[in-house]
């Protein structure tokens, strides 16, 4: 029974310190019209609209942002994953 709690707590533990590291590692992404930046805790950091707002496509700003933001998630995603294997989750 004890060894349990033992094993759960330091489980906590491990997940804590991956937490941390999560939210510190930045992900960026960008094109031609727009810069973005998550972090591992897939939290949007920042988003950049290059350029003069009033002179872009306002339907192509939005499609930039969205997948600008999706593909800095997948990043995120797999640097997540990969260092959750290394902790041994």
Do not use: C, P, Y
């Not at 930039?64 to 990969?82: D, G, T, V, Y």
């Amino acid at each position: 029974m004890f060894d349990k709690m033992k094993d759960m707590l330091e489980l906590k533990k491990k997940a804590e310190q991956l937490k941390k590291e999560l939210d510190g590692l930045k992900f960026a992404s960008e094109d031609s019209l727009v810069k973005t930046e998550v972090n591992a805790s897939l939290e949007v950091l920042a988003v950049e609209i290059k350029g003069d707002l009033d002179s872009l496509d306002k339907n192509k700003v939005q499609e930039s942002i969205k997948e600008n933001i999706n593909k800095a998630f997948r990043n995120a995603q797999l640097e997540a994953a990969k260092r959750a294997m290394g902790m041994g989750f």
